[in-house]
T-cell receptor, first 113, second 113 residues
Framework: GNSVTQMEGPVTLSEEAFLTINCTYT??????LFWYVQYPGEGLQLLLK?????DKGSNKGFEATYRKETTSFHLEKGSVQVSDSAVYFC????????????FGSGTRLQVQP | DTAVSQTPKYLVTQMGNDKSIKCEQN?????MYWYKQDSKKFLKIMFS???????INETVPNRFSPKSPDKAHLNLHINSLELGDSAVYFC????????????FGSGTRLTVV
């Protein structure tokens, strides 16, 4: 089956620190990969995506590279801000058949001033 | 205009009651979804409709029944509510190929007392 594994949180960082949130996946087909962010009390928002191997998704200073050889899609940001505090979800979607996103368990990021 | 809107935002009800959650999207998407987010933030697909046709029906108690009167609406009806049904329910929509992400609603927090 399809599954996504994320590092457990919470991840607590000081402002301007470097962020990495690990994400690995298993898939029965060829997936597209996504990172979603959920701010407190809100729904999920698409942060970035990559649809094929070696693609790099980027948005708002966040980046993630689709690594087929290691089945990974780690999220990185060079300098986090307090406003980045949220729960981050890695997800995959197989390009054929049913089109439901499979999510990881989420990683809570807390950025302290 | 809100792209994916859910009502109500909060729902508190007693065990044994029947309740409905409504979802509407104005994006012209062809596929809609219901996800359940538990207290640990884990997201699980429940149902998916494509052009009013049920295409995903995960292992969900048959007390949960989705209804899609048209491709812009997907409602969720829950019979005989139980304490374990307490969660946040998210509606989402998508269009086209798998490399597009979803647009999520802001969620309905259901509390069964």
């Amino acid at each position: 089956g399809n599954s996504v594994t994320q590092m457990e949180g919470p991840v607590t960082l000081s402002e301007e620190a470097f962020l990495t949130i690990n994400c690995t996946y298993t898939a029965t087909g060829y997936p597209s990969l996504f990172w979603y962010v959920q701010y407190p009390g809100e729904g999920l928002q698409l942060l970035l995506k990559a649809t094929k191997a070696d693609d790099k998704g980027s948005n708002k200073g966040f980046e993630a590279t689709y690594r087929k050889e290691t089945t990974s899609f780690h999220l990185e940001k060079g300098s986090v801000q307090v406003s980045d505090s949220a729960v981050y979800f890695c997800a995959l979607r197989i390009n054929t058949g049913r089109r439901a996103l499979t999510f990881g368990s989420g990683t809570r990021l807390q950025v302290q001033p | 205009d809100t792209a994916v809107s859910q009502t109500p935002k909060y729902l508190v009800t007693q065990m044994g009651n029947d309740k409905s959650i409504k979802c509407e999207q104005n994006l012209g998407h062809d596929t809609m979804y219901w996800y359940k987010q538990d207290s640990k933030k884990f997201l699980k697909i429940m149902f998916s409709y494509n052009n009013k046709e049920l295409i995903i029906n995960e292992t969900v108690p048959n007390r949960f029944s989705p209804k899609s009167p048209d491709k812009a609406h997907l409602n969720l009806h829950i019979n005989s509510l139980e304490l374990g049904d307490s969660a946040v329910y998210f509606c989402a929509s998508s269009q086209g190929e798998a490399n597009y992400g979803y647009t999520f609603g802001s969620g309905t927090r259901l509390t069964v007392v």
